[in-house]
């Protein structure tokens, strides 16, 4: 018997969700035409479902028990909307147990929890939709998947969260502080619940992790990607930083080498007529080198109700025909055969080499600026510019100086020592730069 109306079943009734409902009725016809039969949110399930939302839920049965969605054997997907970690992870696993397919946004999960999910989704023949999860209503994760299969991947250069850009594109377009603008984005609403999330890059972290494990077919431990957020950004780096024609961004890195990857997340100097420097704002963007396609850049907004919607629904069209064809799953979920996927080899970050950044806050004294670069010469650290500004007081003046490519190694070791001269006031300030065209 062919069916009339694919039904999804809703955890979680907050702002994707209602984004989710509204997009369902609003683009109905056309849903239908490109599935050919009706996609429906049957039931909602929600710890609040008293409280108004911005849309119609006629026709929709509304619950506080998500059993009722696991035991409704007319529900064929569980749409999880939830976030966070343990809660949301039982009602995946759960799901799992009853044989609905899932379709999720939690990128949290998915980093922390993902290979667990994933292979309980395997072994019960379940579909898994993500592509919520990085990047918004940006296609990546098909991208990686489906689009780029033909390709290694050499590079990806991310801007993943739309928090720490918006930040960094008032510190840097308007001169103000970090502070004043983490308010801003909060009353915004792209900020998560726990803003350090942001800030300190653990969001970034998560979207990377999944990103890396589509591109390479691997399983990644999240806390083994190097990871600096922006909290401690000065205005006055954005300002030198604008002086030697950059601006910053805090960049997703990921670089295949031979049989191991570079993967790394921190505050970049980027060249300011480059590609990724021109993505202000909340927005996200994903500059991805396969190749065989090139240079690719994805743009647009990572976050939000609609356009986190728009990922949402096209997951759920997919699994959708999937289900009318009578299949399971037409592409792996790491875009792998299951029995090639194994553990991600990450190059140390020590062994790093990029163009470094330092702000030294040294005493303006003879023979201070030859002692430093000295030290960094011992290290093999080669310079390419300095900067030493107008000595205001008695105190320590910035000594900019910037490096060609070094290893990360031999710049921690120079930094230490420099860190403990008796001139040097500070600690010293450091920001790796991106200007060897791969953000190009
Ligand atoms: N807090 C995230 C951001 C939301 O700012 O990008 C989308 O994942």
Same mark, same amino acid.
């Given at each position: 018997?062919?069916?009339?109306?694919?039904?999804?079943?809703?955890?979680?009734?907050?702002?994707?969700?209602?984004?989710?409902?509204?997009?369902?009725?609003?683009?109905?016809?056309? @849903?239908? !035409?490109? =599935?050919?039969?009706? %996609? /429906?949110?049957?039931? +909602?399930?929600? *710890?609040?479902? &008293?409280?108004?939302?911005?849309?119609?839920?006629?026709?929709?049965?509304?619950?506080?028990?998500?059993?009722?969605?696991?035991?409704?054997?007319?529900?064929?997907?569980?749409?999880?909307?939830?976030?966070?970690?343990?809660?949301?992870?039982?009602?995946?696993?759960?799901?799992?147990?009853?044989?609905?397919?899932?379709?999720?946004?939690?990128?949290?999960?998915?980093?922390?929890?993902?290979?667990?999910?994933?292979?309980?989704?395997?072994?019960?023949?379940?579909?898994?939709?993500?592509?919520?999860?990085?990047?918004?209503?940006?296609? @990546?994760? !098909?991208? =990686?998947?489906?689009? %780029? /299969?033909?390709?290694? +991947?050499?590079? *990806?250069?991310? &801007?993943?969260?739309?928090?720490?850009?918006?930040?960094?594109?008032?510190?840097?377009?308007?001169?103000?502080?970090?502070?004043?603008?983490?308010?801003?984005?909060?009353?915004?609403?792209?900020?998560?619940?726990?803003?350090?999330?942001?800030?300190?890059?653990?969001?970034?972290?998560?979207?990377?992790?999944?990103?890396?494990?589509?591109?390479?077919?691997?399983?990644?431990?999240?806390?083994?990607?190097?990871?600096?957020?922006?909290?401690?950004?000065?205005?006055?780096?954005?300002?030198?930083?604008?002086?030697?024609?950059?601006?910053?961004?805090?960049?997703?890195?990921?670089?295949?080498?031979?049989?191991?990857?570079?993967?790394? *997340?921190?505050?970049?100097?980027?060249?300011?007529?480059?590609?990724?420097?021109?993505?202000?704002?909340?927005?996200?963007?994903?500059?991805?080198?396969?190749?065989?396609?090139?240079?690719?850049?994805?743009?647009?907004?990572?976050?939000?109700?609609?356009?986190?919607?728009?990922?949402?629904?096209?997951?759920?069209?997919?699994?959708?025909?999937?289900?009318?064809?009578?299949?399971?799953?037409?592409?792996?979920?790491?875009?792998?055969?299951?029995?090639?996927?194994?553990?991600?080899?990450?190059?140390?970050?020590?062994?790093?080499?990029?163009?470094?950044?330092?702000?030294?806050?040294?005493?303006?004294?003879?023979?201070?600026?030859?002692?430093?670069?000295?030290?960094?010469?011992?290290?093999?650290?080669?310079?390419?510019?300095?900067?030493?500004?107008?000595?205001?007081?008695?105190?320590?003046?910035?000594?900019?100086?910037?490096?060609?490519?070094?290893?990360?190694?031999?710049?921690?070791?120079?930094?230490?020592?420099?860190?403990?001269?008796?001139?040097?006031?500070?600690?010293?300030?450091?920001?790796?730069?991106?200007?060897?065209?791969?953000?190009?």
């Amino acid at each position: 018997m062919s069916r009339k109306t694919i039904n999804v079943g809703l955890i979680g009734f907050g702002t994707v969700g209602t984004g989710v409902v509204q997009l369902l009725k609003q683009n109905e016809d056309l @849903v239908r !035409k490109r =599935l050919g039969v009706r %996609l /429906a949110v049957k039931t +909602i399930a929600d *710890i609040d479902i &008293i409280t108004p939302r911005s849309i119609s839920t006629e026709g929709i049965e509304l619950t506080d028990d998500v059993n009722d969605i696991f035991n409704d054997p007319s529900i064929d997907i569980v749409l999880e909307l939830v976030g966070g970690l343990g809660v949301a992870k039982n009602i995946l696993m759960d799901a799992i147990a009853h044989g609905k397919h899932v379709v999720t946004a939690n990128k949290a999960l998915l980093a922390v929890d993902g290979n667990e999910i994933f292979e309980a989704a395997d072994r019960e023949h379940i579909n898994i939709g993500f592509e919520a999860s990085v990047g918004g209503a940006v296609p @990546v994760i !098909k991208a =990686l998947r489906e689009s %780029l /299969a033909g390709n290694n +991947i050499k590079s *990806i250069f991310g &801007i993943m969260n739309g928090t720490c850009n918006y930040i960094l594109t008032r510190m840097t377009d308007e001169r103000l502080p970090f502070e004043t603008v983490l308010k801003e984005a909060q009353i915004l609403g792209f900020a998560e619940a726990d803003p350090a999330y942001d800030v300190d890059a653990i969001d970034t972290a998560h979207k990377l992790a999944i990103s890396l494990a589509l591109s390479y077919g691997k399983r990644v431990n999240l806390d083994d990607i190097y990871r600096e957020g922006i909290a401690d950004l000065k205005q006055q780096d954005v300002e030198f930083a604008r002086q030697l024609g950059y601006k910053i961004k805090l960049l997703a890195i990921a670089i295949q080498h031979k049989d191991m990857v570079e993967a790394r *997340i921190h505050p970049t100097m980027i060249p300011t007529d480059s590609l990724l420097s021109s993505v202000n704002g909340n927005n996200n963007a994903f500059h991805i080198v396969g190749d065989a396609s090139g240079t690719l850049l994805f743009y647009g907004q990572g976050a939000g109700m609609m356009p986190t919607a728009s990922a949402v629904v096209s997951d759920l069209i997919e699994i959708g025909r999937d289900i009318q064809k009578k299949i399971w799953r037409r592409v792996p979920i790491r875009g792998f055969k299951k029995d090639r996927i194994d553990d991600i080899r990450l190059l140390p970050m020590e062994e790093v080499r990029t163009n470094y950044y330092f702000r030294f806050s040294a005493v303006d004294r003879p023979g201070v600026l030859s002692v430093i670069s000295g030290i960094l010469s011992n290290y093999n650290i080669s310079l390419a510019s300095v900067i030493q500004t107008e000595r205001k007081d008695q105190g320590a003046v910035p000594v900019v100086m910037t490096t060609h490519e070094s290893r990360e190694k031999d710049v921690r070791l120079a930094l230490a020592e420099i860190n403990g001269l008796d001139v040097v006031l500070d600690d010293t300030v450091l920001i790796r730069i991106e200007d060897k065209g791969s953000t190009t």
